[in-house]
């Protein structure tokens, strides 16, 4: 008899996705691409996606990868991820175990990425999203 492993990377686990998006093509293909590789959970501005997050933590069920756009409405992808990054921060989440965050975003010069990566995000990935560079990102971090 097979028993289901509940910890990150163990036999039967499955990666728990958050998805911030606020366009709907992009909303659809994202959860197309991602559902494949674990439980995607999909929000459409950055308040949603913090409450979210904050509700995963709560249940002691974290999200593994959170993909965050930059332009949003209600609150934008840096604000997100710096609730992110303050809510890992109260709960003394070490480096090693907290989010990978990916910005997705059509925002592509220097000053963009720069900012994203001072607040914290893992990868920055341009759009539109080239799904086997995608891929291979995910595999470098260990997440598939």
Not at 21 to 26: A, G, R, S
Request: hydrophobic content about 40%.
């Amino acid at each position: 008899m097979e028993y289901l492993v509940k910890c990150k990377g163990g036999k039967g686990y499955i990666m728990k996705i958050l998805l911030a998006e606020d366009d709907f093509v992009t909303r659809k293909f994202m959860t197309n691409f991602l559902s494949k590789y674990g439980e995607c959970d999909v929000t459409v501005d950055g308040m949603e996606a913090v409450d979210a997050f904050m509700m995963a933590l709560e249940d002691d069920a974290p999200y593994d990868l959170v993909c965050l756009d930059i332009m949003m409405t209600v609150m934008d992808g840096y604000q997100a991820l710096m609730g992110i990054r303050n809510l890992e921060k109260e709960r003394n989440i070490p480096k090693e175990k907290e989010a990978k965050v990916i910005m997705t975003t059509a925002l592509n010069d220097e000053g963009n990425v720069k900012m994203a990566f001072e607040l914290g995000c893992t990868v920055y990935s341009g759009k539109p999203i080239d799904q086997e560079r995608f891929e291979q990102v995910l595999k470098k971090f260990g997440l598939i």
